[in-house]
Every structure is written in C-alpha cells, then in structure tokens.
C-alpha cells in the first residue's frame, strides 16, 4: 500500500481543544499539483558512516512515460550504489480530480566522516528540463547516530524461523527534523488592528504516524482579538521539501489575529501531545504490523513563540474613523421613502470586506432631527473558510418621522484604514430622500412630557405671533433722545438758575434795571412816532422821537432827564466820555425836535423821516460810547 | 395755529408706511408658517427671511424659523435662532423646550467657567429690571425733581416734605439712570454666536495656518470677545479662547 491515509481531526477551539491527528503514510504520497514540479530530496541529512542515504527526485504531474530517465547526480563524499533508478508511481484522486507524481530514486553511502554534497541535476520532461537543488548531507560516527539509524542486514531474515520471536529493538523516537510545527503569519509587522492570519502547519516525515494528538495547553494570544479560521477536518497531507528532505504537511490551525495596541505582541506557541510511530528500524512488514502496539512514542510538539511588531495608525484619520482597519465597502439600503408621520421605516447600512468586523463600530449616521431613531439591531456574518476573515456587518436602523416634510438622510460616512495602501480611505452613500405625508398628531400621553411637550422633540410651532418688536433699535446709550431727556432738565434748570438771577438784580440795583430798560424803551418810543408821523400828528411825531432820545439817556445816565436844560445835559454827557461831534448831532437832533413842534408845517415828509433815522442811529452811538 | 396742524398731519402721514410694513411682514410670517405646517421647510425659511430683514421680530417668528431649520438638520442655525426667540421672551415654554431638544443633540461638553458674583447680580438684574423700563422710570424721576427745582426756584414752593420728594425722586432717578445706561454701555450678557460648521477649528491666530487650540463643533454657543478682518476672537465656556473665521458663526 503506497497511498497516503491521512486522517486529521481538528477542532477550533480557543483553549483545551482537542486535535485529533492519525496519519498513515507508507512509500509515495499524493501529489495535488497538476503541473509538472520536480523536486529532489533524501530521506535524512544526517546520517552515519554504516548507514545509506536515499535520492529521489519527484516528477509530480507526470506519469512517467514523458520522462526521459535521468542521470543520477553526482556527490561529493557519497558513493552511488547503484545507477539505474527505482522507480516508483502514485496517482491521487482528489476532489473528482487525477494527478500523478513519478520518482526515481538512488542510494548512496558515505565514503568518510564530514559533510557530504550530491549535486544538482537535471530532469527532461516532455522537451522542457527542469534543475533541482543540491542537497547536503552529515556523515558523523556510527556511533553517534540512534540505533533506529543501524544499517540492517536484507538477508538475515531469510535465515529466520518465522515463529521466532522477534528481536528486541528500542524504539526509535523522533527528532525536531522528523516531526515539527511551524507558525507561519501572514504578515509581519503588522497596523494596529489589522488582520494578521497565523497558519500552524504540521510537518512530519514521510511514514510516521500520529495519534491520539491533543493540545496541551490554551492557545492565547495577549493583545489581540482572536478569530478562529477553518481549517480541513480531514485534512490530505502535501508534500513538501524542506532542506532536502520531504515533508508531509497539513494545516493544524488558522486563526485571525488583530493587534489591540501597538508595540510588539507575542503569540502563545501551539502546543500538542501526540503519539508517533517512525517508519525506521525493521523493514520486515510482518514485525512492524506485530510491533505496532508498542512502537508508538509519546511526543510532545510545540511551535515557535510569533512576535508581530504592531504600528500604530498614522496621524490624520477622518473624523468618521472609528478604528476599522481592513478592506470595506459599505451600503445603505432604505425599505421604503415615502411613508405616512407616524409610520416606521427601516434603514439598512452593511459593511462587508475582509478585517475586524466583530468590533467595529457603527459608521457616523446624521438622521434628522424630525425622525426617532432606535438603536440599531446588528447582525455579523463571518466566513471563517477562506484565507482571511470576511464578512459583513449590517446595522438596521428603524426610523419613525414625527411630523411631516421632505427631507433628506444625509451621506452615511465609513472610513477605514487600509493597510495595503497605507492611507484611510472613506465611503460615502448617496443621499436618501425620503417623503413623509401626513399630519402630527397631538404627543401621546407616553410621548409627552409633564407639561405638554413631545418627549426629544420640538414643540409645536407658532401659528400667530402677536408682540412684534424693532429689530433695529440702537443701545439705550446710542440713542439721541435719550440724552436729551437727560440733558433738557438740565439745561432747563440752568435757565431758571440765570433768569432767576437776573429778576433778583433787577430789584436789587434800579440803576442796572433803567439801563437794561433803556433800550426797549426808546425802540417802543421810537416806533410810537412812527405810527404819529403815519397818522399825520407831526408834533406827536416829533414828541415821541425827543422822549425816545431823552428818555435813553435818562435810563443809561440813572437821571432825571426831564429838568436838565440843553446846556446840563451837554455837561453831563461830556462828564460821562461823550464825544463832542455826538454831542452835537444830539444837539441838533433836538432843536430838529423843538421845531417840529412848534412849527410843524414847516417840515417836508422827508425832513420829518430824516428825524427818526437820526435817532434811530444816536441812540445805538450813545449807547456805545457810554459802554465804553 | 395753521402750521402747528400741518406739522400734525406730516407726522401722522409718516406713520402710513410703517404700518404697510408691517402688514406685509404678518403676511409673510402666515405663509411661512403655512409653509413649516406643511413640511416645506425650505419655503418657510425663504418667507420668512423678508420678515427678519423688514426690522421687525417677535419670539414666535425666530422660533419659527429655528424648527424650520432644526427639520432641515442646521442644528447651529436651530439653536441660534431659538436664542434669539428666548431673548424677546424668556418665559415661553415652547423656547425652552426646544432649546433643551436641540442643545442635547449638540456634541460638545465643556465645563462651564464660574463667573465673578456681580456680573450674575447683574443678570439677573437685567432679567428683572429691564433697562428700557429703569430708564424710562429713572428719567421721570428726574423730570419729577427737574419740576420740582423749577418750582422751588420760580415759585418758591417750599416745605419739608416737598424738599424730601425733590431729594427721593433725584437719588431714585440718577441709580436707575446710570444703572439703564451703564447696563447698555458695558451688557450684562456678552455677545454671543453660535457654531455653524460641524467642526471648527479654534486657533492661537488669526490665520488658517495657525496652530489649532481646540476643536468644537455645530451648535455650541461662544461669546465673541474681539474681533478683526474676517475673524473674531471667541470664548467657549470653560474659558479657552481662539480665533474663527466671522463667516462660520451666527451672531444671536
């Protein structure tokens, strides 16, 4: 039997999960590549003086017949045994599908201690050649190698009873090189909450045998959120080649891991406890079949520690980043836009893309201010199948309009770091308009507060406004009338206090009150010989232009004008700084006036007239010179 | 005695127009609100701009415009407006209400700066006495003492307690009058603005390029306590201060 039975049960589980490993391998595995690979590899790297090493080089995708039989390679510190090849075939059906992989194989044994090489070589298939790698190889003393490791003789079986018993040989026990596990993340180093896939692959040598495989330990990772992928439940091994020698591989576990915070962040190693039977010691079938229930050996397995150095975010993250870091896109879909007040609608936003969806948060939703809104029911859905966690993420809104009106749901805003580009990126939807119909009804009696008023919402409006008020109206101090009204009693004050004053001086000092009068009194003379002269009464006329005269003399001069003679009055005129050319047109202005009087007929109209403008000027000149 | 009716009729004639102004403006404040009633919010707020600019307002008409565009989702022009409705009546309900539905949806949270004892005295003397009201009270009383000076002084009316009517009515008239003008002199209530961009950037500077000291978003009220070419200096509540660009507030 050459075909691999490989059985692999896996759990995912965070902690204490149990994975079942049991593999069964004998000769030549399965291939799954459908292309023609080929691949050179020995069967150890390390081997002792008394021991051989086996060549073989793969042709997965060929059946042989293509195949131009190759030269084995040369080698340095090795000697070919034999130069015509074994050959070996394999086919796998898997999934419906036939592949083929052809081998041809050749021992070589060391020729001393020390690090021996077997060259490259090239492989023709079809018209096309292919190289593979050199492959290295220790000799060290037999006596250093395990005893699983001894050469054994073909022959000494055949002189062997077959009912005796069969010789006692230890248990050979794996080394790292036979049986290891390798954590493989996809990234390194990694943003701050981005996906990072750690793959825990097994690999093991062709032919050992695992069961009963456990874990021993609660995987954790400290700093991450954590998303189990899937993995085969019944996992087919592939073979690799790894430093020369080929590996059976398969997938153990495959978790998601998004860094928290940044800085560097250590994965727990994987740790599992299994049970392996190695392929080495007897080549004899029937002692290995008798020899099976005691020559598997307890191991223990245990992947290296993954550190991932995390960086934070850049700086300049759009306001609506709420930490979601991956690759997005995002929809928003409304169930209905027109609807009655009162009448519910649903609003459905969904993220889908591949990243940390079981944390992130809602994108920034601006719904007006006339609808209640209800915290959203949020729904996830993950495909763990892939490579990387996918999924999305909706969020459905439920809106209820609260009175009437046309409006608009603005853009929903989602923005996202993508660690591809190393930019944030964002995604706007489209505006949704949506049309409510009908009127608000009065607030339910659960919907209104205490004194009427709806419960997060407006009052109703005003239908009337009643007290309307200037809008334009200036600052109490930039107002005019304002300091009017303070300044006009004031000033009011201020007129009484002067005219208050002046009404006390006129009766305290007569001589200061005849001179104040002076003048009124000779303007109202003065035009009483007017009305005379207009009334024909010259002698009247010419009275009343003499008293008016005399008269303001009198008041200026506090005397009695009436019982001064001509020559007194000159007198007392010139005592008081009249100059003697005024003196004298008063003189003559009042012989005018005794003439006028006493022959009246002897004056034209404009004799008469010239009287009064004579006067009219003495006066003001006295009166300016008695200031004087 | 002709032109005394002349100058009469002038000044009646004058009013005429004032009236028709008026009139057009309940108009137009009808039809918005007719407009609002029916979920037109973006007439409303076009009939009622007219209204606002004619110079006259009323509590009902800025409430008005505020729901209008608290519908429209302009939260800062919501609350704006809702202020300046609370302004001309301090006492409406509806005001109050609304204002606390539309302040609860604003995001910023700033503790709120103590203020020195005497400027809330003088609020709260403002709220009560308002100093159109103490100033017209303080000018009668100076008009009272004005005419009893005058009598004193031209009649000379005399007597104890004429002399302690004259003395209350000039001690009562200067403390309202210099309480009215110094009010409006140096307002008891600041000015203030609201945010109208979702996010604004306070800045150490007058200058887009200057260093940012703290961001604040739509709807929050500030006091504006300079200003320059373009830009004013505000305060929020807790006391930081920074430069805006003027267009992206609203003044209450």
């Known amino acids: 039997m050459k075909e691999i039975a490989g059985h692999i049960m896996g759990k995912r589980a965070i902690a204490g999960t149990l994975v079942f490993v049991f593999v069964a391998l004998t000769g030549a595995s399965s291939a799954l590549a459908r292309q023609v690979d080929v691949q050179a590899s020995v069967d150890a790297t390390t081997i002792g003086t008394e021991e051989s090493v086996t060549l073989t080089i793969t042709i997965d995708g060929s059946d042989g017949s293509d195949v131009q039989v190759p030269q084995p390679p040369e080698a340095v510190g090795l000697a070919l045994l034999q130069t015509i090849p074994r050959t070996q075939q394999s086919v796998s059906i898997i999934g419906g599908q036939m592949s083929r992989s052809f081998g041809y194989s050749w021992t070589y044994r060391p020729t001393g201690q020390g690090t021996a090489r077997i060259e490259a070589s090239t492989v023709r298939v079809k018209d096309r050649e292919y190289h593979t790698q050199a492959i290295q190889v220790q000799v060290v003393p037999q006596d250093q190698r395990p005893a699983r490791a001894r050469r054994t003789d073909p022959f000494a079986g055949a002189f062997r009873s077959p009912f005796d018993p069969p010789a006692t040989e230890p248990a050979p026990e794996p080394d790292e090189s036979d049986l290891f596990i390798r954590a493989v993340p996809s990234k390194r180093p990694a943003w701050q909450n981005e996906q990072v896939v750690i793959e825990y692959r097994l690999f093991f040598r062709e032919g050992i045998q695992l069961r009963q495989s456990r874990l021993t330990d609660s995987w954790d990772a400290e700093g991450f959120w954590r998303e189990e992928l899937d993995v085969e439940t019944r996992p087919i091994p592939r073979i690799v080649v790894e430093n020369g020698l080929r590996y059976n591989t398969i997938v153990l576990k495959r978790a998601a891991v998004f860094p928290t915070?940044?800085?560097?962040?250590?994965?727990?190693?994987?740790?599992?406890?299994?049970?392996?039977?190695?392929?080495?010691?007897?080549?004899?079938?029937?002692?290995?079949?008798?020899?099976?229930?005691?020559?598997?050996?307890?191991?223990?397995?245990?992947?290296?520690?993954?550190?991932?150095?995390?960086?934070?975010?850049?700086?300049?993250?759009?306001?609506?980043?709420?930490?979601?870091?991956?690759?997005?896109?995002?929809?928003?879909?409304?169930?209905?836009?027109?609807?009655?007040?009162?009448?519910?609608?649903?609003?459905?936003?969904?993220?889908?893309?591949?990243?940390?969806?079981?944390?992130?948060?809602?994108?920034?939703?601006?719904?007006?201010?006339?609808?209640?809104?209800?915290?959203?029911?949020?729904?996830?859905?993950?495909?763990?199948?892939?490579?990387?966690?996918?999924?999305?993420?909706?969020?459905?809104?439920?809106?209820?309009?609260?009175?009437?009106?046309?409006?608009?749901?603005?853009?929903?805003?989602?923005?996202w770091f993508d660690p591809g580009t190393g930019r944030y990126r964002t995604s706007l939807t489209d505006p949704i308009p949506v049309s409510v119909t009908g009127t608000a009804t009065s607030p339910l009696s659960v919907t209104a507060t205490t004194n009427g008023m709806p419960v997060d919402d407006f009052a109703p409006l005003f239908t009337a406004a009643e007290a309307w008020t200037p809008t334009d109206r200036l600052p109490l101090h930039a107002r005019w009338w304002v300091w009017s009204l303070i300044l006009l009693p004031l000033a009011v004050m201020g007129g009484v206090r002067v005219w208050r004053r002046h009404q006390n001086r006129l009766v305290r000092d007569p001589r200061w009150a005849r001179g104040r009068r002076a003048h009124p009194l000779s303007r109202k003379h003065l035009k009483q010989a007017m009305e005379l002269l207009e009334s024909g009464d010259t002698q009247g006329y010419f009275e009343e232009v003499e008293r008016a005269v005399l008269g303001f003399i009198g008041n200026r001069l506090d005397i009695a004008e009436k019982g001064l003679t001509r020559p007194q009055l000159d007198g007392l005129l010139a005592e008081r700084g009249i100059h003697e050319s005024l003196r004298n047109r008063?003189?003559?202005l009042l012989d005018l006036c005794d003439r006028g009087r006493f022959a009246p007929a002897s004056f034209s109209p404009e004799n008469k007239e010239s009287a009064f403008d004579d006067a009219s000027a003495l006066i003001p000149d006295l009166d300016e010179q008695l200031d004087a | 005695m002709i032109h005394y009716v002349s100058?009469?009729?002038?000044?009646v004639s004058l009013t005429f127009p004032v009236r028709a102004q008026d009139a057009e403006a309940v108009r137009l404040f009808d039809e918005g609100t007719a407009a609002l009633i029916d979920g037109r919010f973006q007439d409303a707020l076009r009939l009622f701009e007219p209204v606002e600019k004619s110079g006259w307002a009323s509590d009902a008409l800025y409430y008005n415009i505020g729901l209008a565009y608290y519908r429209l989702d302009e939260l800062g022009q919501a609350i704006r407006y809702l202020e300046k409705a609370r302004l001309l009546n301090q006492e409406n309900p509806r005001t109050q209400h609304s204002l606390a539905v539309a302040q609860r949806r604003q995001v910023d949270r700033f503790s709120k700066l103590p203020k020195p004892f005497w400027k809330d005295a003088q609020q709260w003397l403002v709220a009560t006495l308002p100093l159109g009201v103490a100033f017209l009270i303080g000018i009668a009383c100076w008009l009272v003492f004005t005419a009893g000076w005058v009598a004193k002084a031209v009649f000379a009316v005399e007597g104890e307690w004429y002399r302690r009517g004259r003395q209350t009515a000039l001690i009562v008239g200067l403390v309202l009058m210099t309480y009215a003008l110094s009010s409006s002199l140096w307002p008891a209530f600041p000015d203030r603005s609201v945010v109208l961009e979702e996010r604004l950037e306070l800045r150490e500077q007058a200058s887009?390029?200057?260093?940012?000291?703290?961001?604040?978003?739509?709807?929050?009220?500030?006091?504006?306590?300079?200003?320059?070419?373009?830009?004013?200096?505000?305060?929020?509540?807790?006391?930081?201060?920074?430069w805006v660009p003027s267009t992206s507030l609203g003044d209450i």
């Open chain 1, 261 to 415: 915070r940044a800085g560097d962040l250590s994965v727990d190693p994987l740790k599992i406890e299994s049970e392996a039977m190695l392929p080495f010691g007897s080549r004899d079938p029937f002692r290995s079949l008798f020899a099976m229930q005691t020559r598997f050996t307890p191991v223990q397995l245990e992947s290296p520690e993954v550190t991932i150095a995390t960086r934070p975010l850049p700086e300049g993250a759009p306001f609506s980043f709420n930490g979601a870091v991956g690759s997005y896109a995002m929809t928003a879909r409304p169930d209905r836009t027109s609807l009655e007040v009162g009448e519910s609608m649903q609003l459905s936003v969904t993220v889908n893309g591949r990243g940390n969806l079981a944390t992130m948060e809602a994108p920034i939703l601006d719904i007006p201010g006339a609808f209640d809104v209800y915290d959203p029911d949020v729904s996830t859905l993950l495909d763990r199948a892939g490579s990387q966690l996918k999924g999305s993420k909706t969020f459905r809104y439920i809106l209820i309009p609260r009175t009437n009106g046309t409006f608009e749901i603005p853009p929903i805003t989602f923005s």
């Open chain 1, 586 to 588: 008063l003189k003559a």
């Open chain 2, 7 to 11: 100058i009469a009729i002038v000044l």
């Open chain 2, 208 to 242: 887009e390029q200057a260093d940012s000291v703290v961001e604040v978003h739509e709807g929050l009220i500030v006091e504006v306590r300079a200003s320059a070419t373009n830009w004013q200096l505000v305060e929020i509540p807790n006391g930081t201060r920074g």
